[in-house]
């Protein structure tokens, strides 16, 4: 059973950073590309950041390039998102997601989301 659990969400001054954490079990984590994935209540979900699954590869949506940074530790199943630079828009549920076909397909899995409050 997958199970995606993130973690590190919190309120953060602009300007300010976090460091987003997402523990995976139930699948063989090395084999599977990783999103995180935000949602603002009352909009759509915006895709934030993909990692391939052996981490070389990475792509960021042009709101979070420059300042946002994903990695993963296949050896430990995490998956990461350090937050640098933070801005009010930022603020959003932060969820984890698996793609579903090595690194490509839909995701078919996620977290239960973590909570980033930008403000002052």
């Known amino acids: 059973q997958v199970q995606l659990v993130e973690s590190g969400g919190g309120l953060a001054q602009p300007g300010g950073s976090l460091s987003l954490s997402c523990a995976a079990s139930g699948f063989w984590f090395g084999s599977y590309g990783m999103s995180w994935v935000r949602q603002v209540p009352g909009k759509g979900l915006e895709w934030v950041s993909e990692?391939?699954?052996?981490?070389?590869?990475?792509w960021y949506s042009e709101a979070v390039k420059g300042r946002f940074t994903i990695s993963r530790d296949n050896a430990k199943n995490m998956l990461y998102l350090q937050m640098n630079n933070l801005k009010p828009e930022d603020t959003a549920l932060y969820y984890c997601a698996k793609l579903s076909s090595g690194d490509s397909g839909p995701f078919d899995s996620w977290g239960q989301g973590t909570q980033v409050t930008v403000s002052s």
């Open positions: 990692i391939y699954s052996a981490g070389s590869v990475t």
